[in-house]
């Protein structure tokens, strides 16, 4: 047998405790990137939902890499991201304690998917969410708007406008749309203001917000798995066989004294559905949804939408713009997706890497996925 040594490092970080299941449904933003008023006014997220994944082939594009003009296999995460509506937009100022709220100005074109977050039954209820705050005097509202607009621009520090998810162009079957308070940087207060309010009557499409090759933060809340026990939720080392009373345990949880269990100590409980952030993913592509070939690259010119043959498992077609991703990301299928511009490039390398796309999977994912579209398979088989 092998002599174990005394020290160890620990299993599993304590920076994640508690380890239970998240409250919250979507991901929150917890903090912006950092305001630089010389640039032009501008959304610094957006909200998609998890399709699914696939494989693309691409060319390394790094002089001085041994895999310099090589082509590489790489998994990639496929985001619905349909338009979002802007509906209101909310003034902050700064106080020793943190940021306070000021002001909320809402839109007047605020929509069904929005207004069903206020119901818990939504045919039974009478549906006037907003139906004051949009029905004061047609005369004064203008007015009253300008009045807060003015005192927004005058007391307040920090602008965020307040978007409901496009959950209904989705094919899903959710009806109620996601919210997330998006803040506006670059200019100045009564620009971001303007800015604001030009986008109340708009819908912002995820071009308008991220760029290809640019990197960026995705924050959800990953897989939900269960009460798990402590070999797979800290990943301790199993006891030897022979170990009486089971070998998937923790030998010792502490002393005698102090007669107590100390948080620090792995033990069994709720695994997933955790609030967690991804730092520096790459957008190796941004489709549209009115082209036909939104699966097709400049080496692969076969005419073929993003979704696979059969639909994405568990989700179905993709009929907005979407965004292709490197690697895996967190959530399920179907999940909402919180999109912001990265907060920091400290640790990432060929971060300006150009991107070249040779090829993009369409077969089924339902099976080992023969065939990339369906005139592919008819040529193949024939005429039945």
């Known amino acids: 047998m092998a002599h174990r040594k005394y020290d160890a ?11 239970k299941r998240c409250q919250r449904r979507r991901g929150k933003i917890k903090s912006f990137p950092i305001d630089n008023p ?4 501008h959304l610094t997220a957006l909200i998609g939902y998890k399709a699914g994944m696939t494989h693309v082939v691409r060319e390394i594009d790094v002089p001085g890499s041994k895999l310099h003009k090589k082509d590489v296999v790489e998994a990639v995460t496929i985001i619905d991201t349909p338009p979002v509506d802007i509906v ?9 304690r943190g940021l306070r709220t000021f002001k909320t100005i809402w839109s007047s074109n605020i929509t069904e998917e929005f207004k069903r977050n206020f119901y818990k039954n939504w045919y039974k209820s009478k549906k006037k969410a907003f139906s004051n705050y949009l029905s004061s005097d047609k005369e004064e509202a203008p007015n009253h708007i300008f009045k807060d607009c003015e005192k927004i621009k005058k007391y307040c520090s920090v602008i965020r406008c307040v978007a409901s998810s496009g959950v209904g162009n989705t094919g899903l079957s959710q009806k109620k749309s996601n919210i997330v308070e998006i803040q506006v940087n670059g200019g100045t207060i009564g620009e971001k203001v303007s800015f604001c309010l030009d986008l109340f009557k708009k819908k912002v499409p995820i071009n308008d917000v991220f760029q290809p090759n640019e990197l960026i933060d995705v924050i959800g809340i990953t897989k939900g798995k269960g009460f798990e026990g402590v070999i797979t939720r800290w990943g301790v080392t199993k006891l030897p066989r022979k170990t009486h009373r ?9 002393a005698w004294h102090p007669s107590r269990v100390s948080f620090r100590v792995p033990r069994a409980g709720q695994n997933g559905y955790h609030h967690r952030t991804q730092l520096n993913l790459k957008i190796y592509k941004i489709g549209k949804c009115e082209d036909p070939s939104g699966g097709a690259t400049a080496f692969d010119v076969t005419k073929k939408s993003i979704t696979p043959m059969g639909g994405f498992p568990y989700y179905g077609e993709v009929k907005n713009d979407f965004l292709i991703l490197k690697g895996c990301i967190i959530g399920s299928k179907k999940r909402s997706i919180v999109l912001r511009k990265t907060i920091s490039f400290k640790k990432k390398k060929n971060r300006n890497e150009n991107i070249i796309l040779k090829f993009i999977d369409t077969s089924s994912k339902w099976g080992h996925g023969r065939f990339q579209t369906t005139l592919e398979k008819k040529k193949h088989y024939g005429k039945a």
Do not use: D, E, M, Q
Not at 9 to 19: A, N, V
């Open 88 to 96: 209101g937009l909310v003034g902050y100022i700064k106080t020793p």
């Open 246 to 254: 089971g070998a998937r345990k923790v030998a010792c949880v502490g």
């Open 38 to 41: 010389s640039l032009k006014c």
């Open 9 to 19: 490092p620990r299993h599993g970080s304590l920076g994640f405790l508690p380890k």
